[in-house]
């Protein structure tokens, strides 16, 4: 290339394009413009916003000019007219925005043309900041006929004809002067094979039908008319139906063509569509609501004859006191309006439909169709899942679900026209049955379901039907909410309740007594929201079931400290668990004739690093609620096995089993066979403790368990003996080893001779049963003698020596081992 020959000028969409590949951002004036443009720059322009937001030309080319037709010197856009200045602002402002190149077309109508030309935009910087556009067109127009384009461009077949008459002037044929693409398309025919062809020769049997008398009619008075006239389709094409609209301008006739078929068609579909339907419709007038068709659904469904319906309205089905639907809203054919109404049949006989309407034309007229699928089984269902959603199904009452929402309504802020007292000033009871688990447990859970829903009746009666509620929450768990309460009610009305439900129950012939404890909330200084007005409900329910059971308390303040404490307890708790930072210490029992230790009891203690040492009875039942005891009884055993097989051959180690470890019997059974078979500690060297309550639950299941248990060669023992009312039905049920009077009568040895004769029943009976028996919390020699003279086997007490961990026992025993005499604490 010779560098000294003028190259030519790059357009400005190439200048733009190469600047903005080779600089960051939007490309410079002086890159784009200054001395660039060449020839280019004739039909160019720049334009920048003013300070006042408009748009101003400062500079352009003669072309530019000319395309604006008028001379630039800071032009106003807002200036020109509206065909200039709307793309110049839409151009401009798409650039800015984009920033990049846009273009916008100016479009001018004049003497029945579309006169169209191009403008382009490219944003630029400017030193110092801002931006301005290049504005370019090269002036060229094109020109288009709206006439012609309109002619091509519609779907619709359009015909220009010229009359044919006869040497008298009587018409008699018309011939094509032009067409447009689609009625050659109708006709099956190339558009050039239009122009200069007959009518008669183009639409076969056209003198059959009175298509041609519309027409002369047409040209003949000048009246436009619309008519039907069937094309038949030729090579496998279908056969056309086609609706024509004439009009004339002297002798020339124009004709639109629109092909119907297709509607045909689909009202045929339609027709079917109705009067097959398996759902009931209508078509009805909009103002009278008169039926004007029905098709056989509706007949059989609603048991009206077709003419007694054809005779009715809307409003004749629709059932008494419910207006009918009415006139639809109107809209574009379309949506359909969908409303569940309630109609009556012919027999009178009300049923929930879902209605559907739609706008249609039925003939020449407007319309509606109505369709309805009848849900009144439906809505039945739905009603009864409602209905069970918020309601307990065995008592009938409302359930947590609904009381929650109850609840909330009660706290809500009071609305207009509420009065205050509706939204406050109310208690909130939580009701819990005492010995309700004994019932399920010795008389079957049948039993115990007519128990609680007698009980939820009872409650119902004790309140006011039109202003307060009894829900049952769950389980035995029951609650009520009452309005216009005071403490003094609030007081009245739960001694009621403890006394109504504690009153003897008579369920399949059994006598059945059950408690009920209560915890009382009142509105509103016990809570805001009904989560806390709930905890502290339970709370006051919880410190009434601590304090004895079959009695009420009201919320206070420092019951929330109180919880907060066993709440830390609890986390305490299962972190000992988990760390091993529980321990056992081992009580010996000694033998009353040998007066040599022959069994140690595992006592599980806590030495909690803040609190010291804390008493099995406060965590043991606190470990046996929240799920604790199965992983805690576990460590026991496994604890007490590995550390008794050091000790001498002839002690045992005597570990105590909850209740709620026989809930899972497998489980037990795995875990008492998994500690002998690790410790190595032979079965007859261990004895299992257990009180009345494990054969109290679900008796016959706990002595299979416990039958079980003993196959394996260890020792069953049962304590705390005497003091439950069917210890000696026991006895008779199971072949216990063991049995430990409860040392609540070897207090009163010496004092009460009542007392004395128990002991002496209870030795007497073990000896008769091969049973050995225990004497527990020996205290004193005197109490020691009276329990060799009544004929005790064993002692366990004070006496001889209190619990103390696995190493001091070793020494203890290492002490009393041989020495004969009776072991003594120190």
Partial sequence: MDPLRPQPALSPDALWRAAARTQSGLPSYESVVLGQLGRYADGAAIARTGTDGGIVISWSGRRFESWLGCEIRDLAVASLADDLAQPIRRAMELALRTRAPASAQRNLIRAGALEASQLLAFPLDVRGGGAVVLLFTTGETVRTSLIDAVFQATQHGVLVLSSTRRHDGTLVDFEIVTANESAARMMGRALVELPGRSLNDLVPRLRET????????????????????????????????????????????????????????????????????????????????????????????????????????????????????????????????????????????????????????????????????????????????????????????????????????????????????????????????????????????????????????????????????????????????????????????????????????????????????????????????????????????????????????????????????????????????????????????????????????????????????????????????????????????????????????????????????????????????????????????????????????????NVAALRRLKALGLRIAMDDFGTGYSSLSYLHRFPFDKIKIDQSFVRELGVSRHCSAIIQAVTSLGRSLGITTVAEGVETAEQFDLLRQAGCDEAQGYLFAQPMPAGELQAFLGRKAGSGSIPRAA
């Fill in 210 to 701: 009175d298509a041609l008398d519309h027409l002369l009619h047409v040209v003949r008075t000048g009246e436009r008319r619309t008519f039907d006239l069937d094309y038949p389709g030729s090579s496998g094409r279908r056969d056309l139906h086609l609706q024509v609209e004439a009009g004339a301008i002297g002798d020339l006739l124009a004709m639109t063509l629109t092909d119907v078929g297709p509607v045909r068609e689909r009202e045929a579909s339609y027709r079917l569509l109705f009067e097959s339907n398996p759902v009931p419709m209508w078509v009805f007038e909009p103002g009278s609501l008169r039926f004007l068709a029905v098709n056989d659904a509706a007949i059989e469904h609603y048991g009206y004859a077709r003419d007694a319906l054809l005779r009715m309205t809307l409003a004749d089905i629709t059932a008494e006191g419910v207006p009918p639907e009415g006139e639809p809203p109107r809209r574009e054919p379309g949506p359909r309006n969908e409303a569940l109404r309630r109609h009556a049949k012919a027999d009178g006989t009300p049923i929930d439909v879902i209605t559907y309407t739609r706008d249609l034309r039925y003939g020449e007229a407007p319309a509606v169709l109505l369709a309805a699928t009848d849900v009144t089984e439906r809505r039945r269902a739905e009603a009864r899942v409602a209905y069970l959603a918020h309601h307990d199904t065995l008592t009938g009452l409302p359930n947590r679900r609904m009381f929650r929402e109850r609840l909330a309504e009660a706290l809500a802020a009071p609305e207009p026209g509420r009065r205050v007292e509706d939204a406050g000033g109310f208690g909130l009871f939580c009701i819990d049955l005492d010995g309700f688990k004994g019932v399920n447990d010795t008389l079957g859970h049948a039993v115990g379901d007519m128990l609680l829903a007698e009980v939820g009746a009872r409650l119902k009666g004790c309140l006011r039907a039109d202003r307060d509620c009894v829900a049952r929450l769950g389980g035995d768990e029951f609650a009520v909410l009452a309005a216009h309460l005071d403490p003094a009610r609030a007081a009245e009305l739960a001694r009621r309740i403890v006394e109504t439900v504690g009153r003897p129950y008579a369920v399949q012939g059994q006598d059945i007594v059950v408690g009920a404890s209560v915890g009382i909330a009142l509105a509103p200084e016990d809570g805001a929201d009904p989560e806390t007005f709930l905890r502290h409900a339970d709370m006051a329910l919880y410190r009434a079931k601590a304090e004895g059971r079959r009695r009420f308390r009201f919320f206070e303040y420092d019951m929330d400290a109180s919880l907060q404490a066993r709440r830390h307890l609890e986390h305490d708790l299962r972190q000992a668990v988990c760390t091993d930072a529980l321990a056992i210490h081992y009580q010996p029992l000694v033998g009353i004739d040998g007066g040599t230790v022959t069994v140690c009891e595992a006592l599980l203690r806590w030495p909690h690093p803040q609190r010291g040492w804390i008493s099995p009875a406060e965590f043991v039942p606190l470990a046996e609620e929240i799920g604790l005891i199965g992983a805690l009884g576990e460590w026991v055993l496994e604890r007490a096995c590995r550390e008794a097989a050091l000790w001498p051959d002839g002690v045992k180690v005597a570990v105590n089993l909850s209740p709620m470890q026989f809930r899972d019997p497998e489980a037990l059974l795995r875990t008492v066979t998994e500690a002998l078979d690790r410790s190595g500690l032979a079965p007859g060297r261990l004895e299992l403790e257990i009180t009345e309550s494990v054969l109290l639950a679900d008796s016959e299941a």
